[in-house]
């Protein structure tokens, strides 16, 4: 792995990130639906189609490294949510750290969802593991 690579995954990365809380809600706003649909489609292909097709990120046999979905996550936690409201148009439904939030409200929340990824990683192990 060199840092080309490296610097690469983490520029589509944070386009992903970006892409979901910025692009996406205004795309939504503008075309209903349908802009959801090809917001998806441009945000989630493009940035999947450099970490992996291009092989930015590390994908060996059957293991899987989870780049977007750690960006996007990072992303609401970091700049907080964007949302529609069918009145006022896009606004911000929460703030993250850098705009003033307080982690502790979700910490009981952060530490369930690792342990239900915990838990799911095990079952897919578990009935994954004669697959090889």
Known sequence: MNFNKILIGMCAGAFAGFGVFTIWPSCLARWNWLGGWLAAGIIITS???????????????NYAWIDMALSIWLAALLGGLVVLDPVEGL??????????????????????????????????????????
């Open 91 to 132: 606004q911000r439904a929460a703030y993250g750290l850098l705009h003033g939030a307080n982690l502790g409200g979700a910490l009981l929340t952060i530490l369930f969802q690792l342990i239900g990824a915990t838990i799911a990683g095990y079952f897919l192990y578990y009935l994954r593991r004669n697959d090889a």
């Open 47 to 61: 940035a999947w189609l450099i970490n992996h097709y291009v092989g930015a990120m590390p994908n060996k046999g």
